[in-house]
């Protein structure tokens, strides 16, 4: 053997021997404390967070953190069930037997009832200790949430988890920011309060009159808007069919849908005001009078088409189109113009866009694509068929006559508090010019006029100028794909005051049922209530108001 084979086990041995060594100092370094070396502690963080409040634009409180109680039965130390049943079910309103029911579920302790309110929880508690069920029977506090406003903007307030946690509407889209993550250094960590836009008393007038539609006509569903017509803000949103906030649990996905922003469907005649503006701005005579015979029918690339009216109307020019609502002129019009200018004319109105509101399921609508579009296309849009919309787009583009001809951004939040009520986001409002201020002007007063003596008649309130247009649309049956088996969406759009507007309401009934589709008969004679409404609330002034002022 040679002398290299005989060194290399020996340089062997010392490597494994040095790297030995070096393994345990690198452990004594770990094991044996270093008086010097800093020391590493666990932060300490806020042991609770209280989800921030939602109130109305007046503080009017929506949503509020409070404490709630869940029931528990300890099942192994409770020797007759059906006993301990009946004695808890008149202070939990359950039966003996639903009781029992929720007990088969469990081995050890049986979740019986969630969410308790403070003054339940007392009355039971006092109860508990006289009896022989203490400490079998037993209550555990815990964050909760409770909605004062019960169904009044249901959907767009939303609701949260057990776990405190939002699910839907502002207390989803909050959510962040109602229930921050713990601080450091503070025992208790504070989420920021939402202020809406809405405002409870109009929301109330809102709800009343979309009851009142419901109970008459009996529809499928009911949207409601009230939206400043100088700010964008939503005074009041409703959407039927709608539920308790403080019975989210057992509410439906049909309940729960915000048909304001989600809902999507053919506008009808209301649309006629968009048209019309454009065919103003576009030059078209409108003050040459149309003449309708209930028909017209139009030739497009060699292909004829027919649009029908319910009625003939004579003489008609701008304002006795709006007055009467008529399909035809409205027609005869916009098919004098640009196809691709119109349709970037309503693109630019918002129509088939997603509006920015904050709100989850914001729907966008859809209006077809110019290379879609058939020979009728041009002419059923001018009346409000071949596009999809939501309540939420018809009262955005609506802004745009009541400011001039600039169009406003749409808001649902107001501003964003901390809890030392100090504002930490607001709002902020944005201007679009989509027409000239003349065309405005001239559109509004013949909304004007179909109050006065027109199809929106109804929509009137004494005393003050009101500007509206009715609609009645056909909803297509999805199934034949055809009008004439469907049914039909009753609306009305209006400005109140019409020579300087505060407010603009609008209501849009799907499938009404009964004496009436048209939105003259469904929608209008809401619109007229909830005036009233904003007149004793103080909010609209009637002549009739100043004249009492003067007389005394």
Not at 137 to 161: K, W
Not at 424 to 453: G, I, Q, R
Not at 509 to 534: E, F, H, M
Request: hydrophobic fraction near 35%.
């Amino acid at each position: 053997m040679s002398s290299n084979s005989k060194k290399l086990p020996f340089f062997l041995l010392i490597i494994t021997g040095t790297l030995f060594v070096l393994l345990l100092v690198h452990i004594a370094f770990i094991v044996i404390p270093n008086k010097n070396a800093p020391r590493y502690h666990n932060p300490e963080v806020s042991s609770t967070v209280v989800r921030g409040e939602i109130t109305d634009r007046n503080g009017k409180l929506l949503a509020i953190q409070t404490s709630k109680y869940n029931l528990y039965f300890r099942l192994s130390e409770i020797d007759d069930l059906p006993e301990a049943a009946l004695f808890i079910s008149p202070y939990i309103k359950m039966s003996q037997q639903e009781i029992l029911k929720r007990t088969q579920a469990y081995s050890k302790i049986a979740l019986i009832k969630r969410g308790l309110s403070m003054l339940e929880a007392a009355e039971l508690e006092e109860v508990l200790k006289q009896s022989t069920y203490k400490n079998k029977i037993y209550l555990e506090r815990y964050d909760g949430r409770t909605y004062p406003s019960s169904f009044h903007a249901c959907q767009t307030i939303g609701f949260v988890n057990s776990s405190n946690v939002g699910l839907e509407g502002i207390e989803l889209s909050y959510n962040d920011l109602l229930l921050p993550y713990p601080e450091l250094g503070n025992e208790t960590t504070y989420g920021d309060d939402v202020v809406l836009t809405l405002d409870l008393d109009m929301q109330y007038l809102l709800d009343v009159q979309t009851q009142e539609i419901s109970e008459t006509h009996n529809p499928d569903y009911v949207m409601g808007m009230i939206m400043g017509a100088k700010d964008g803000e939503i005074y009041a949103i409703s959407s039927y069919p709608w539920y308790d906030l403080a019975a989210s649990n057992t509410s439906s996905d049909n309940e729960r849908m915000n048909r304001c922003i989600s809902y999507t469907y053919e506008p009808g005649s209301v649309f006629k005001i968009f048209t019309l503006a454009w065919c103003i701005e576009q030059g078209v005579d409108i003050n040459e009078p149309f003449i309708c015979d209930g028909e017209e029918t139009f030739t497009v690339d060699g292909k004829s088409f027919t649009i029908s009216c319910h009625e003939a109307h004579g003489k008609v020019d701008g304002e006795a189109m709006i007055e009467k609502s008529c399909n035809g002129a409205i027609s005869y019009w916009v098919m004098q113009t640009d196809q691709e200018a119109f349709r970037e004319y309503l693109t630019s109105l918002g129509f088939s866009k997603k509006l920015d509101l904050n709100l989850p399921g914001v729907t966008s609508g859809y209006l077809a694509p110019l290379s879609s579009w058939s020979n009728r296309t041009q002419a059923t849009l001018a009346f409000g068929q071949e596009i999809s919309v939501n309540a939420l787009q018809v009262v955005t583009a609506a802004t745009a006559f009541t400011n001039d001809g600039y169009m406003l951004s749409p808001s649902i939040v107001k501003c964003v508090k901390n809890h030392k009520n100090q504002v930490v986001e607001e709002n902020s409002l944005t201007y679009k010019k989509v027409f000239s201020k003349e065309t405005a002007d001239k559109v509004v007063s013949y909304m004007e006029k179909a109050v006065e003596s027109g199809t929106a008649k109804k929509a009137g309130a004494e005393g003050v100028k009101v500007a509206a247009k009715t609609g009645t649309a056909e909803i297509i049956n999805e199934v034949t794909k055809s009008y004439q088996d469907g049914s039909s969406l009753a609306s009305t759009i209006s400005f109140v005051p019409a020579d300087d507007p505060k407010y603009i309401i609008y209501f849009a009934v799907s499938a009404p049922k009964g004496d009436s589709i048209w939105g003259a008969n469904v929608a209008a004679p809401s619109v007229s209530a909830i005036i009233q409404g904003l007149i004793n609330q103080g909010k609209v002034r009637s002549s009739s108001q100043e004249l009492v002022q003067l007389s005394n």
